[in-house]
């Protein structure tokens, strides 16, 4: 196995892999350091093939000595080929990474799956997050499938839709009144003092690890080869970042061959410290006080904004910022054009990669895969009156009437 150490991503100090995400030489953000020299690209990629059909198959490549005992079945999302979607915004090759098609409908399954897994082996009984909505579901779940308690702090604002589909766990379930940025504040204080695994603070290296096999995915999928463009939603910065980071080490390995694709970021116009930061040539992120629909991204102080910012500029990409408006059509063009429901944060990455399109930055042969992150259903009232459903009375004279108004009588 070729898991080394924790390292201080600013000054390289390494510490051993336990509990810890901050360095005290420095600190700065610890992350998972690998040796990779070991693997052999053939033999790496029978074994991933004869893998399980989860995010296991990428063990090599992940926080652990052996593979741990598997829980919820995450990962393998499907990679879809979206050419209505394409021939709508003038492309030449548009894939979808729909992780929808995740036991809890959002990304974030990926990330638990790991930092519960590391958790558990480091002997923890009790499993908390920070969450902006779907880090709460998949905690709650997983914390259930594993048998562990869980304590979830969230927003008090959170969409309903979120709430339920977390309770439902018998998670214990927290609403902070304050923004995301606040309730992050709080569980890092809690941490110090409790004896509990919060997946985002003190296992937040792990979980990170998680967002990697994102990016091993696509680039399975795609026949182990990169594409030429990712666009994908950034609230911290860490699934953004780390998904390139998987498509290094697997370059680094030779598991595929080819450069960097270019990463381009997508915020809400109204959380958009990351965007604004890359739009002043910046290499830090001043805070703001989020107001969108799009809380799934509503980080104001993101943790990993001067990497995210990094990512854009040496891959050739950018980060774009989208209005809410902008990000309820974008909803509306990826469902229409490719039948797949996304919440708000997925019409943040469509209106972006629609609106790159427009700007003609992506050039027509390019292979573009956009990552849409969680479902439609967490986050219904945004598509809430953008469209009209005709009623009638249950006679087909009253259909034909309001066909008539609808001037839909052709069909
Ligand atoms: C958490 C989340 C993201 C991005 O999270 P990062 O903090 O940037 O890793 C993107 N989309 C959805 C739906 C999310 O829940
Ligand atoms: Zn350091």
């Given at each position: 196995?070729?898991?080394?150490?924790?390292?201080?991503?600013?000054?390289?100090?390494?510490?051993?892999?336990?509990?810890?995400?901050?360095?005290?030489?420095?600190?700065?953000?610890?992350?998972?350091?690998?040796?990779?020299?070991g693997?052999?690209?053939?033999?790496?990629?029978?074994?991933?093939?004869?893998?399980?059909?989860?995010?296991?198959?990428?063990?090599?490549?992940?926080?652990?000595?052996?593979?741990?005992?598997?829980?919820?079945p995450?990962?393998?999302?499907?990679?879809?080929?979206?050419?209505?979607?394409?021939?709508?915004?003038?492309l030449?090759?548009?894939?979808?990474?729909?992780?929808?098609?995740?036991p809890?409908?959002?990304?974030?399954?990926?990330?638990?799956?790991?930092?519960?897994?590391?958790?558990?082996?480091?002997?923890?009984?009790?499993?908390?997050?920070?969450?902006?909505?779907?880090?709460?579901?998949?905690?709650?779940?997983?914390?259930?499938?594993?048998?562990l308690?869980?304590?979830?702090?969230?927003?008090?604002?959170?969409?309903?839709?979120?709430?339920?589909?977390?309770?439902?766990?018998?998670?214990?379930?927290?609403?902070?009144?304050?923004?995301?940025?606040?309730v992050?504040?709080?569980?890092t204080?809690?941490s110090?003092?409790?004896?509990?695994?919060?997946?985002?603070?003190?296992?937040?290296?792990?979980?990170a690890?998680?967002s990697?096999?994102?990016?091993?995915?696509?680039?399975?999928?795609?026949?182990?080869?990169?594409?030429?463009?990712?666009?994908?939603?950034?609230?911290?910065?860490?699934?953004?970042?780390?998904?390139?980071?998987?498509?290094?080490?697997?370059?680094?390995v030779?598991?595929v061959?080819?450069?960097?694709?270019?990463?381009?970021?997508?915020?809400?116009?109204?959380?958009?410290?990351?965007?604004?930061?890359?739009?002043?040539?910046?290499?830090?992120?001043?805070?703001?006080?989020?107001?969108?629909?799009?809380?799934?991204?509503?980080?104001?102080?993101?943790?990993?904004?001067?990497?995210?910012?990094?990512?854009?500029?040496?891959?050739?990409?950018?980060?774009?910022?989208?209005?809410d408006?902008?990000?309820?059509?974008?909803?509306?063009?990826?469902?229409?054009?490719?039948g797949?429901?996304?919440?708000?944060?997925?019409?943040?990455?469509?209106?972006?990669?629609?609106?790159?399109?427009e700007?003609?930055?992506?050039?027509?042969?390019?292979?573009?895969?956009?990552?849409?992150?969680?479902?439609?259903?967490?986050?219904?009232?945004?598509?809430?009156?953008?469209?009209t459903v005709?009623?009638?009375?249950?006679?087909?004279?009253?259909?034909?009437?309001?066909?008539?108004?609808?001037a839909?009588?052709?069909?």
């Amino acid at each position: 196995m070729s898991v080394q150490a924790l390292q201080c991503k600013e000054c390289g100090q390494t510490y051993p892999l336990d509990a810890r995400y901050v360095c005290e030489q420095c600190f700065g953000p610890l992350e998972v350091a690998y040796d990779h020299s070991g693997l052999d690209p053939e033999s790496t990629r029978r074994r991933i093939q004869a893998g399980p059909q989860s995010i296991w198959r990428y063990s090599d490549f992940l926080p652990f000595e052996s593979r741990p005992e598997p829980g919820l079945p995450v990962g393998l999302t499907p990679l879809q080929p979206a050419p209505r979607l394409a021939e709508r915004l003038g492309l030449g090759e548009v894939w979808i990474k729909n992780d929808t098609a995740n036991p809890t409908h959002s990304f974030k399954d990926r990330v638990v799956a790991v930092a519960l897994a590391k958790a558990q082996e480091l002997g923890y009984r009790v499993v908390a997050c920070a969450s902006t909505g779907n880090l709460a579901g998949a905690v709650a779940a997983h914390a259930a499938a594993a048998g562990l308690e869980s304590f979830v702090f969230i927003p008090s604002d959170l969409e309903e839709q979120k709430v339920l589909a977390t309770g439902v766990y018998g998670a214990n379930l927290i609403a902070v009144r304050g923004t995301y940025d606040d309730v992050n504040r709080l569980c890092t204080e809690l941490s110090a003092e409790r004896d509990w695994a919060f997946v985002n603070v003190n296992v937040r290296p792990y979980y990170a690890e998680g967002s990697k096999t994102l990016g091993f995915e696509i680039a399975e999928q795609l026949g182990f080869e990169l594409p030429d463009r990712v666009v994908a939603p950034i609230a911290s910065g860490s699934l953004f970042t780390k998904i390139a980071r998987g498509f290094e080490e697997w370059l680094e390995v030779g598991l595929v061959e080819g450069t960097l694709p270019a990463f381009n970021g997508a915020q809400a116009a109204g959380c958009s410290p990351v965007a604004k930061a890359y739009e002043a040539g910046d290499d830090f992120c001043r805070p703001v006080k989020p107001r969108t629909i799009a809380k799934s991204l509503a980080i104001g102080n993101p943790a990993d904004g001067p990497y995210a910012l990094d990512l854009a500029r040496r891959s050739g990409g950018s980060v774009e910022s989208v209005t809410d408006a902008e990000i309820r059509s974008g909803i509306r063009l990826l469902a229409e054009t490719t039948g797949i429901f996304t919440e708000t944060a997925g019409g943040v990455t469509t209106a972006v990669l629609r609106k790159l399109a427009e700007e003609g930055v992506i050039g027509s042969g390019e292979r573009v895969v956009a990552v849409i992150t969680g479902d439609g259903l967490k986050t219904l009232d945004a598509v809430r009156d953008t469209f009209t459903v005709h009623e009638i009375d249950p006679t087909a004279a009253s259909f034909e009437e309001s066909a008539a108004e609808q001037a839909v009588g052709a069909l």
